[in-house]
């Protein structure tokens, strides 16, 4: 299986589209509704601060991303605060969300809480 396509946004940043720039001359990216934007009022500050560290972390993460930023932020904030990390107990949750997303195409702000 090939590699995946490296984002436009991650080339520039790390400079690939300098070293590689046939591979990115004419590369077209969907458009995006902007940032990744605030975290949800519902997550612990812990995990606020650390959706706000991985949106700083990773530029190229996009309105589109905030779902899975909101898993990785949960999970980041309970490990940083010390909590204790089931991760069976993590599971049934993350897949219904997913499985909501797939199946009524609802947006990500009405599952994850996440505002631009």
Same mark, same amino acid.
């Given at each position: 299986?090939?590699?995946?396509?490296? !984002? %436009?946004?991650?080339?520039?940043?790390?400079?690939?589209?300098?070293?590689?720039?046939?591979?990115?001359?004419?590369? *077209?990216?969907?458009?995006?509704?902007? !940032?990744?934007?605030?975290? !949800?009022?519902?997550? *612990?500050?812990?995990?606020?601060?650390?959706?706000?560290?991985?949106?700083?972390?990773?530029?190229?993460?996009?309105?589109?991303?905030?779902? %899975?930023?909101?898993?990785?932020?949960?999970?980041?904030?309970?490990?940083?605060?010390?909590?204790? %990390?089931?991760?069976?107990?993590?599971?049934?949750?993350?897949?219904?969300?997913?499985?909501?997303?797939?199946?009524?195409?609802?947006?990500?702000?009405? %599952?994850?809480?996440?505002?631009?």
């Amino acid at each position: 299986m090939p590699r995946r396509r490296t !984002p %436009l946004a991650k080339a520039k940043i790390t400079g690939q589209n300098l070293n590689h720039a046939s591979r990115f001359k004419d590369r *077209k990216e969907p458009n995006s509704q902007g !940032p990744v934007g605030k975290p !949800p009022k519902w997550m *612990k500050k812990a995990s606020q601060l650390e959706a706000q560290t991985f949106a700083d972390e990773l530029p190229w993460l996009n309105h589109s991303h905030r779902a %899975l930023v909101s898993i990785a932020a949960e999970i980041r904030g309970r490990l940083i605060a010390g909590e204790e %990390l089931s991760v069976s107990a993590q599971i049934p949750h993350y897949a219904a969300v997913f499985t909501i997303a797939g199946n009524e195409q609802r947006s990500c702000s009405e %599952l994850t809480g996440f505002r631009a």
